[in-house]
């Protein structure tokens, strides 16, 4: 009886040996790290640096590549600064015009004249009313005897004036509005010419008119040439950037073919065409400057001998940085315009 129960718990041992051998390695190979490719996460901050470092190193490989070829790429700055001097001088230009536009509203002036049988104390009672006006901002009475002395002066006629027996000129009043507006100066001169003891109000704007229109007209067209110069450096950037983009054609094929976006082709040119912005800009402000000095000379000679006083207008801290930000903003734009254009045609082989 033992004998046979023997073999039959051996048999079972070996039975259950071989199931306890499959079930080890199956755990360990559980157990065991998985030695194959992993994925990990990058952080924004990681690629927020990367990108910076991307940018700077663009910028400062366009910068070599300018410094390489200094005289075809000086060349192409000094057009751009040619495209960029006349509407800058035509801003200057307007500049003045709008100091003499401010001028010429401290000059905008009714003339009073008082009937010829006004005496002081009545031209008093006078100016007393029209300073009570609310548009009136400020008066000067002229008696008769200051008229004439001034009309003497101005005419040379002191002689023949001399011999008359009384003073043919009234008191009069220069007043100055509040608003230079013409028909809210034409309102106050009939509420003047209302009033008892006043003769006649002269009022003329008609030449401040004239002026009005001529500094409209020159906005319009310092408008019109900045627009039409703007497309000029358009086209001159945007060209000398197709040729660099054509010199570089198979380096772009490469680049593209291993999985290159299109804004990472595009931002050594976009760069390039910034720094040809920019060095036309400060072309533009150096001509600017010789210009002034050139005519500053004969302008304030021509002005002295008028017995007036002018200086030419020179661009500001604010107006050389706006200069140079526009610049720098079309030789971007421009950069874009020509590269987005050709990376369309551009296929990987």
Partial sequence: MKSSATPKRRQGAALKTPRKAAVKPAVEKAQAPQRGARSQQTRFSSRLRAWGRHHRSMAWDSFQRLIRYPLGNLLTMLAIAIALVLPAALWLTLDSARLLDAELDESATLTVYLELSADDAQSLRIEEAVNAEPDVLETHLISAEQGMAEFQ?????????????????????????????????????????????????????????????????????????????????????????????????????????????????RRPFLYSGAWYGLGGGLLALGLLGLGNHWLSLPVSALAASYGASFSLPQLDVTGSTILLSCSTLLGWLGAWLAVTRHLSSIRPR
């Fill in 153 to 265: 002066q101005s005419l040379g006629l002191d002689d023949a004036l001399a011999g008359l027996e009384s003073n043919p000129l009234p008191i009069s009043m220069v007043v100055r509005p509040e608003s230079v507006d013409p028909v809210a100066m034409q309102q106050l001169a009939a509420r003047l010419e209302a009033l008892s003891g006043v003769d006649e109000v002269r009022l003329d704007l008609a030449w401040v008119e004239r002026l009005r229109n001529l500094a409209e007209l020159g906005r319009r067209v310092a408008l019109a040439l900045g627009a039409l110069f703007g497309l000029g450096v358009l086209l001159v950037v945007g060209n000398t950037i197709r040729l660099s983009v054509e010199s570089r054609r198979r380096e772009i094929e490469v680049v593209m073919l291993i999985g290159a976006t299109h804004a990472f082709v």
